[in-house]
Each structure stands twice: as structure tokens, then as C-alpha cells.
């Protein structure tokens, strides 16, 4: 699950990357943001779910 939130969080990072590179797609790194706030997020509350569970 981990391997898998960070796979997102890097996929999010370099959307956001490309978008703010091409100005055109200034869209592309708002998406890659708010994707990006979305998935850490996720992952910090079922990671202290896992961890509330121990």
C-alpha cells in the first residue's frame, strides 16, 4: 500500500512539474496539486488507522 502512495505521490509531483514547465497546461498542475494534497492525505489517515489498530 505504501509502494503504491508513493507511486501516486511521484506521478503527481511530475504532472505538476510539466504542467508548470508548459505554461499552456497551467490546468495540469493545478490537477497534479489538489491530486497530490489528496493522496497524502489518504495516506496519512490509513496509515494512522493501521497504527491505531496495532
Known amino acids: 500500500m505504501k509502494k503504491l502512495l508513493l507511486v501516486l505521490v511521484v506521478a503527481w509531483i511530475v ?13 495540469l498542475s493545478v490537477v497534479a496539486l489538489i491530486l497530490l494534497a489528496a493522496t497524502t492525505v489518504y495516506g496519512w489517515v490509513t496509515s494512522r488507522g493501521a497504527a491505531a489498530r496495532r
Open 15 to 27: 504532472l505538476s512539474v510539466v504542467g508548470a514547465v508548459i505554461e499552456g497546461l497551467l490546468w
